[in-house]
């Protein structure tokens, strides 16, 4: 998805030609167009990514190499595919870009470049799509009409994508393109980044939409992630200090809502490429897509396990998660062993499509014994205790 011409613009890591996901970019370029945006909402800033290798040049053959000799020492190979999985297609894709799945009170949402529910039709110019929105879904609901775009203002004509809700369902944190009464904010380099937000629902609607207050307009934050106890919010940022591309964050998140200062979840997550959208599972594990840990091919799905003694460890899902192509926005219920995840690999049926999948087996095929959770994943971070002020929309 990402490596392909025509995602590469749209809502990804838009840095550097990045996409942060179809959302892979949500950037849009200098001469801001009715349609453009991330790329998927991302950038589409062509020499942003010259300029990041150029930067990070120092930074290049950071690796996790203890997670890299473990893999290729491993008995069964990664591209195995095995029977712990059984992996299926959703019948709601379209033709167009779908990914992003996020579980709310029993129903899927997404993001979509479909274009339903919309008064008019704008078309990206990089790809020919319209714009992402976001849509819910009852996922057992035969064929695509069950497909509802988000009511409230959540929406707009520029990409939305990679929502996370907490668990009563009152606030949702979103990925959207860089904007200020509807007008696109652009960066020193002319081009409009990704920001995060804030909504609330209220009679039916997503409504007082606000600005995440650590956004900023020269570099992208976005695709969000709430730990299980909601104290903590994971994201994805190509900010200044991260080790490649675009790094994992978190950040606390105070009970008045205010937050405090970005920390990097450091080296054995981050690499040299790209890593970004973050999930906590309910059983407190970390799933994420790089392209710098050693993979398939294109962007792959890692799990991080905090433990007591060795700390974090980084493993990679291996196939049929994983494909040679791009595979990523993996989420799952660890409870029922049932999740979803998002691919362009061959055989779909549009830029990216949405694959529900059954863990029948362990997480792990070559992992004789599944490493369990020792520690909260923040419990490895030091935080300040720095709040900042929200602002609305």
Same mark, same amino acid.
């Given at each position: ?8 613009? @749209? ?96 129903? @899927? ?285």
């Amino acid at each position: 998805m990402l490596m392909r011409k025509n995602l590469w613009g @749209l809502f990804f890591f838009f840095f550097l030609n990045t996409v942060f996901s179809q959302e892979k970019r949500l950037e849009i370029t200098s001469q801001v167009r009715k349609e453009s945006t991330f790329v998927k909402t991302g950038e589409i800033d062509v020499n942003a990514k010259k300029e990041s290798e150029e930067e990070s040049g120092d930074k290049e053959n950071l690796k996790n190499t203890e997670e890299s000799n473990f893999l290729f020492n491993e008995p069964r190979s990664l591209e195995k595919e095995t029977e712990n999985f059984r992996v299926d297609i959703l019948e709601i894709n379209s033709k167009y870009s779908d990914y992003a799945p996020s579980f709310y009170k029993g129903e @899927l949402v997404f993001a979509s470049s479909r274009n339903k529910g919309r008064l008019t039709t704008i078309l990206h110019d990089l790809n020919n799509q319209p714009f992402l929105d976001l849509y819910t879904t009852k996922p057992a609901t035969k064929g695509g009409k069950s497909v509802i775009r988000l009511k409230g203002s959540i929406n707009t004509k520029f990409h939305e994508s990679s929502a996370i809700f907490s668990k009563d369902g009152k606030t949702v944190y979103f990925t959207r393109n860089s904007y200020s009464n509807s007008t696109p904010v652009r960066s020193s380099k002319g081009i409009v980044l990704l920001k995060m937000y804030r909504a609330t629902y209220h009679n039916g609607k997503w409504i007082d939409i606000e600005e995440l207050p650590f956004n900023s307009a020269e570099y992208s934050i976005a695709h969000p992630a709430l730990s299980l106890d909601e104290k903590f919010l994971y994201f994805a940022s190509d900010m200044p200090g991260s080790y490649g591309e675009s790094d994992l964050y978190m950040v606390e998140l105070y009970k008045d809502g205010s937050f405090g200062t970005p920390q990097n979840m450091g080296s054995v997550i981050n690499t040299s490429g790209r890593e970004t959208f973050p999930y906590i599972s309910d059983k407190g594990k970390l799933f994420f897509a790089s392209d710098g840990h050693q993979g398939l091919g294109g962007l792959d799905i890692f799990m991080a396990v905090p433990t007591e003694y060795e700390k974090i460890k980084v493993y990679n899902l291996g196939a049929p998660i994983n494909s040679s192509e791009d595979d990523f926005t993996f989420i799952i219920n660890e409870a029922d062993k049932k999740g979803y995840f998002a691919s362009n690999r061959k055989g779909g049926r549009g830029d990216d499509d949405i694959y529900s999948f059954e863990q029948i087996g362990p997480l792990l095929e070559y992992r004789k014994r599944m490493p369990k959770v020792k520690k909260k994943l923040e419990q490895h971070m030091k935080f300040k205790p720095k709040k900042v002020e929200t602002t609305s929309l």
